[in-house]
């Protein structure tokens, strides 16, 4: 079993939809959650960065963390087609000690204009 | 504001060739250094991190190799090279001495070897 867990895709939706992307994990640890939104041919770009439960907003996006279920999740509102990317979530555990991200496989996300 | 080089963009080479791939970092000191293989359609797998020049640690056995001769250089390296090392190579920095460890990538390399 993966570390991480992540719903490949393709995820296909018309514009102005609400999206949402999630991720499961396996390690009790993980404090630190974040989402990286990847342009095809590009590096990942940080999009959020969550501590411990709960929401985060910025934007047309928001982070949620559910720690209890061992889930994480983004929302899109308004989706455009300049979203259509591989969004990737990451984690970690502050006592990692090698300092590295666990990230999921990516899901691909197309908005249909 | 930190931004993160990486050259060359794409590269072709065949098998049994050498290779050398560069990340430089500017706008920073002493950051924690990081080389990423993605290949098509998976995740990120971690080849290397450094916490400082000279200091590297591999996380997955292979025939590729990494230095870091400066603060903010890093340098991904083979000798012969496989088909299999065909992907998409990331580098990334973090802060150093900061648990939440969030990376900031570069734009990557696209090796294929033939």
């Known amino acids: 079993q993966k570390e991480v867990e992540q719903d490949p895709g393709p995820l296909s939706v018309p514009e102005g939809a609400i999206v949402s992307l999630n991720c499961t994990y396996s390690n009790s640890a993980f404090q630190y959650f974040m989402w990286y939104r990847q342009y095809s041919r590009k590096g990942p770009e940080l999009l959020m960065y969550t501590y411990s439960s709960g929401n985060k907003e910025d934007g047309r996006f928001t982070a949620q963390v559910d720690k209890s279920s061992k889930y994480i999740s983004l929302f899109i509102r308004d989706s455009q087609p300049s979203d259509s990317a591989t969004y990737l979530c990451a984690m970690s555990a502050m006592d990692t000690g090698r300092r590295a991200l666990t990230f999921g496989s990516g899901t691909r996300l197309q908005v249909q204009p | 504001s930190q931004t993160i080089h990486q050259w060359p963009a794409t590269l072709v080479q065949p098998v049994g060739s050498p290779l050398s791939l560069e990340c430089t970092v500017e706008g920073t000191s002493n950051p924690n250094l990081y080389w990423y293989r993605q290949a098509a359609g998976r995740g990120l797998q971690l080849l290397f991190y450094s916490v400082g020049i000279g200091q590297i640690s591999s996380e997955v056995p292979q025939n590729l190799s990494a230095s870091r001769p400066q603060d903010r250089q890093f340098i991904l390296s083979s000798k012969k090279l496989l088909l299999s090392d065909s992907g998409f190579y990331l580098c990334?920095?973090?802060?150093?001495?900061?648990?939440?460890?969030?990376?900031?990538f570069g734009p990557g390399t696209r090796l294929t070897v033939l």
């Open positions: 990334a920095w973090s802060v150093a001495g900061v648990s939440t460890d969030t990376q900031y």
